[in-house]
């Protein structure tokens, strides 16, 4: 069963989600990623099979899509 590490709630959805990950200081981001998202806060949590891959693709194992520009700030 379902229990959201954030807020402890039990009812969730799946979804395909978007994450930005930093890899050796670089941003990298992995689009619709399968993953149960909490329902009261939106924690998404992935399983394991989808964690090896999307570290595997991350560190090489696939080739990105495109790349896009992305705006940095620095919260003072």
Same mark, same amino acid.
Do not use: W
């Given at each position: ?11 969730s959805?799946? *979804?395909? %989600?978007n ?7 670089? &941003?990298?981001?992995?689009? #619709?990623?399968p ?6 806060c939106?924690?998404p949590v ?5 964690? *090896?891959? %999307? ?6 194992e696939?080739? &990105?899509i495109k790349?896009? #520009?992305?705006?940095v700030?620095?919260?003072?």
């Amino acid at each position: 069963m379902f229990r959201c590490h954030v807020c402890g709630k039990t009812e969730s959805r799946q *979804e395909l %989600v978007n994450e930005v990950f930093d890899i050796d200081g670089k &941003p990298v981001r992995v689009e #619709q990623i399968p993953a149960t998202v909490c329902a009261h806060c939106g924690e998404p949590v992935f399983s394991r099979d989808t964690t *090896e891959r %999307v570290r595997r693709m991350v560190h090489g194992e696939a080739t &990105p899509i495109k790349s896009i #520009q992305m705006d940095v700030f620095a919260y003072r």
